[in-house]
């Protein structure tokens, strides 16, 4: 499996599957050869892709399959093929330098050099999991959808925002790439998490721009036991932090003290959110067909709204919710095992 961008009208090899709209690239499993070609390349670019990819078919004898794919019209079996090599993504020209390896060295652009980008995560209109792609959209506030997952991508930090109604796929895949493009860098990454109404630092980030760096005096280096510690690594450690916090460990003695507590200060004699008290969500066993509430026996299912229930975890890693329901009729809350 290779994957070339054509530069200058040559094959330039590539590791990754970075695709900016402004090029074209040839994706080789010798059977097929796709030639991919942005909504932005130049005609000269379109030829020379053509042309390269019959070159590579006639070394081979001619019995490969050549098929033009043009961005945003991608087949299940190109997105199959190329996620081989990793998560596919999609940038604008005028970022393409900063994403791609460099045909010249080789190497990854530095962390002066980055561009924040962000990526738009959505399952709608592909198949499955593995047939996803990473599509860069404006870095502004204005491009979220609450119906899918983006991933920021800072240079230093990588951020997930996870719109209210997105679903599993979109969360998962968007956790993957997140520790992918942690993985593909040194230096940590510090991903990170937001929810859809909990996101307040993820829309600041946005605001400042993509131009913006956590720092400018500070630049990421791989850290390794064979190098020496330098004089900049002494002088670091004895800097102390100006607020530092301090964890202490609690015993089962002291967690029970704690609740014994709340439960004097509530009126009810109940602890608020503990399982079992007074005041905590009703909880039924799920029934087989049409659902109904346990309380008055309402059917009608344009009286039974549905809701994220953020007080049951299902899942840490992406944060995932249960469900909850409320009764239009007698107005009871309740969630299903």
Request: charged fraction near 30%; glycine fraction near 8%.
């Given at each position: 499996?290779?994957?070339?961008?054509?530069?200058?009208?040559?094959?330039?090899?590539?590791?990754?599957?970075?695709?900016?709209?402004?090029?074209?690239?040839?994706l080789?499993?010798?059977?097929?050869i796709?030639?991919?070609?942005?909504?932005?390349?130049?005609?000269?670019?379109?030829?020379?892709?053509?042309?390269?990819?019959?070159?590579?078919?006639q070394?081979?004898?001619g019995?490969?399959?050549?098929?033009?794919?043009?961005?945003?019209?991608?087949?299940?079996d190109?997105?199959?093929?190329?996620?081989?090599?990793?998560?596919?993504?999609?940038?604008?020209?005028?970022?393409?330098?900063?994403?791609?390896?460099?045909?010249?060295?080789?190497?990854?652009a530095?962390?002066?050099?980055?561009?924040?980008?962000?990526?738009?995560?959505?399952?709608?209109?592909f198949?499955?999991?593995?047939?996803?792609?990473?599509?860069?959209?404006?870095?502004?506030?204005?491009?979220?959808?609450?119906?899918?997952?983006?991933?920021?991508?800072?240079?230093?930090k990588?951020?997930?925002?996870?719109g209210?109604?997105?679903?599993?796929?979109?969360k998962?895949?968007?956790?993957?790439?997140?520790?992918?493009?942690?993985?593909e860098?040194?230096?940590?990454?510090?991903?990170?998490?937001?929810?859809?109404g909990?996101?307040?630092?993820f829309h600041?980030?946005?605001?400042?721009?993509?131009?913006y760096?956590e720092?400018?005096?500070?630049?990421?280096?791989?850290?390794?036991?064979?190098?020496?510690?330098?004089?900049?690594?002494?002088?670091?450690?004895?800097?102390?932090?100006?607020?530092?916090?301090?964890?202490?460990?609690?015993?089962?003695e002291?967690?029970?003290?704690?609740?014994?507590?709340?439960?004097?200060s509530s009126?009810?004699?109940?602890?608020?959110?503990?399982?079992?008290?007074?005041?905590?969500?009703?909880?039924?066993?799920?029934?087989e067909?049409?659902?109904?509430?346990?309380?008055c026996?309402?059917?009608?299912?344009?009286?039974?709204?549905?809701?994220?229930?953020?007080?049951?975890i299902?899942?840490?890693?992406?944060?995932?919710?249960?469900?909850?329901?409320?009764?239009?009729?007698?107005?009871?809350?309740?969630?299903?095992?």
């Open positions: 499996m290779k994957l070339y961008l054509i530069n200058k009208g040559e094959l330039v090899e590539i590791n990754n599957p970075v695709f900016s709209t402004g090029d074209v690239y040839l080789d499993d010798e059977k097929t796709y030639v991919w070609i942005g909504s932005k390349c130049s005609v000269d670019e379109k030829t020379a892709g053509a042309a390269q990819a019959r070159k590579l078919d070394m081979r004898g019995a490969a399959k050549i098929i033009t794919v043009d961005e945003g019209m991608e087949s299940g190109f997105f199959k093929t190329v996620n081989m090599l990793g998560a596919m993504k999609v940038v604008a020209k005028n970022v393409a330098k900063t994403l791609l390896k460099d045909v010249v060295t080789g190497d990854w530095g962390f002066s050099e980055h561009i924040n980008v962000l990526y738009r995560v959505s399952s709608e209109e198949e499955g999991i593995n047939a996803m792609k990473m599509v860069q959209v404006p870095f502004k506030n204005d491009s979220l959808d609450t119906e899918d997952c983006f991933l920021a991508d800072l240079g230093n990588v951020y997930i925002w996870q209210a109604q997105c679903n599993v796929k979109e998962v895949k968007s956790g993957q790439w997140a520790r992918q493009i942690d993985a860098r040194s230096g940590l990454q510090n991903e990170t998490i937001f929810e859809e909990d996101d307040a630092e600041a980030a946005l605001e400042r721009g993509e131009n760096k720092s400018d005096a500070v630049q990421l280096r791989a850290e390794s036991e064979l190098e020496p510690e330098t004089k900049a690594d002494k002088e670091a450690a004895t800097i102390m932090p100006e607020l530092k916090s301090v964890v202490k460990e609690v015993t089962p002291e967690i029970k003290a704690d609740i014994a507590e709340l439960k004097a009126p009810s004699g109940a602890a608020p959110g503990i399982p079992g008290s007074a005041d905590d969500l009703l909880t039924i066993e799920k029934t067909g049409r659902r109904k509430c346990p309380k026996g309402n059917e009608d299912k344009m009286l039974i709204h549905e809701s994220i229930d953020k007080g049951n299902i899942l840490d890693y992406p944060r995932m919710y249960g469900k909850k329901y409320r009764c239009g009729q007698c107005g009871i809350e309740w969630r299903e095992k």
